[in-house]
C-alpha cells in the first residue's frame, strides 16, 4: 500500500492565521468593543460624555475643593453636549443619540452623588460647594449690582417692627 503524503494541513493553518490577523485589525480599530472607530467617537457628544463618565468613575473620595472643580467641569462639559444637540436641525430618522446623552447625564448625576455621600460633609462644605458651582459665581454685573443694593436692605434692618394692635380694615367689594 502507497501512502498519500497530504498537504491540507497548510492551506488551514495559512487560513487561521489569515482569520486571527483580521480579527486583530479589527479589535484595534474600533473602541470598546461597539464597533464604532476612534475618529468618530471623537465628534460623537455621546462618545465625549460617555469618556467624561467613565474618568468620574475612576474617582473615589474627593475634597470639597476637588469636588467643585469637577462639578464646573461637568457644567461645562454637559452644556456643550447639549448645545451641540440642540444644533443639530436635522431630526435622523432612528437617531438616538439625544436619548444616549440623556442615560449618560443619569449616570454621571448617580456618580457625583456617590462622590458626595463618600464621605461626611458639613453644612458649611455643601453651601461652599453650592456657591462653587453657581453658574452666578463669575458674574461680575450681578455682583456688583448686589453690593449697590445692600444698603437699602441694612437700612431695612434698622426699623423697629410694628408692634401694635393691627386692625383689620374693612373692605369694600
Known sequence: MKTLKSNLKLPVVSAKIIAVSIAISLCASCDNGNGRRLANVKNDPAGTYR????????????????????????QTMRDSVFRYLERDTLVRLHSTV???????HDSI???????????????????????QASPHQEDKELHHAAEAIRPFFASLDSQPVCRGNVQPSAIAY
Open 51 to 74: 469618556e467624561y463618565l467613565s474618568d468620574i468613575r475612576k474617582q473615589d473620595k474627593l475634597s470639597v475643593k476637588e469636588l467643585a472643580g469637577h462639578l464646573r467641569q461637568w
Open 98 to 104: 439625544s436619548e444616549v446623552c440623556g442615560l449618560i
Open 109 to 131: 448625576r448617580m456618580e457625583f452623588s456617590r462622590l458626595v455621600l463618600s464621605q461626611t460633609r458639613t453644612y458649611k462644605d455643601i453651601l461652599w460647594l453650592k456657591e
